[in-house]
């Protein structure tokens, strides 16, 4: 790994205050600056290029920690949970047809009239759909 991400990575975990393990380290790098929202399943089959006796149950931790710090966000759509890389404030449309998951960036006029007085600690909007891929094939 080029070690000025290394680094980057290192200090990601760093920040989190979590330990810097080389699996660890490999999950941000596999999934820096990606579009991808992938399960854990995913992410155990990819790290398990790199590391072939990798349990599904580390792999599990990992995201789950992840998660839990900040460095990633969970999405509660469909069966399983995806994961999210990019912590950013976004949207994201999921196509019903082939199951896709598409960002949707948010301009800063947005407006919700929330109740008074509450405070929000997390927004998840989902838009659900079918994606340009799906519409274009149909026309065929
Ligand atoms: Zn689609
Ligand atoms: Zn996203």
Same mark, same amino acid.
């Given at each position: +790994?080029?070690?000025? *991400? %290394?680094?980057?990575?290192?200090?990601? %975990?760093?920040? /989190?205050? %979590?330990?810097?393990?080389?699996?660890?380290?490999? #999950?941000?790098?596999?999934?820096?600056?990606? +579009?991808? !929202?992938?399960?854990?399943?995913? #992410?155990?089959?990819?790290?398990?290029?790199?590391?072939?006796?990798?349990?599904?149950?580390?792999?599990?931790?990992? *995201?789950?920690?992840? /998660?839990?710090? =900040?460095?990633?966000?969970? +999405?509660?759509?469909?069966?399983?949970?995806?994961?999210?890389?990019?912590?950013?404030?976004?949207? !994201? @449309?999921?196509?019903?047809?082939?199951?896709?998951?598409?960002?949707?960036?948010?301009?800063?006029?947005? !407006?919700?009239?929330?109740?008074?007085?509450?405070?929000?600690?997390?927004?998840?909007?989902? @838009?659900? =759909?079918?994606?340009?891929?799906? %519409?274009?094939?149909?026309?065929?």
């Amino acid at each position: +790994m080029n070690k000025k *991400l %290394l680094n980057k990575y290192a200090e990601r %975990l760093k920040a /989190a205050e %979590l330990k810097i393990t080389p699996q660890r380290l490999e #999950v941000l790098r596999l999934y820096d600056n990606s +579009m991808l !929202h992938p399960t854990a399943d995913e #992410v155990w089959r990819r790290l398990r290029r790199k590391f072939p006796s990798i349990s599904k149950a580390t792999v599990y931790n990992i *995201l789950e920690i992840f /998660a839990e710090r =900040g460095i990633i966000s969970t +999405m509660d759509i469909g069966k399983e949970a995806h994961f999210d890389f990019d912590t950013s404030f976004h949207a !994201h @449309f999921i196509c019903n047809r082939c199951g896709k998951i598409y960002d949707v960036k948010i301009d800063e006029n947005l !407006h919700f009239c929330l109740p008074e007085e509450h405070r929000v600690e997390n927004i998840k909007i989902y @838009f659900y =759909g079918i994606c340009k891929n799906c %519409l274009d094939r149909e026309k065929k």
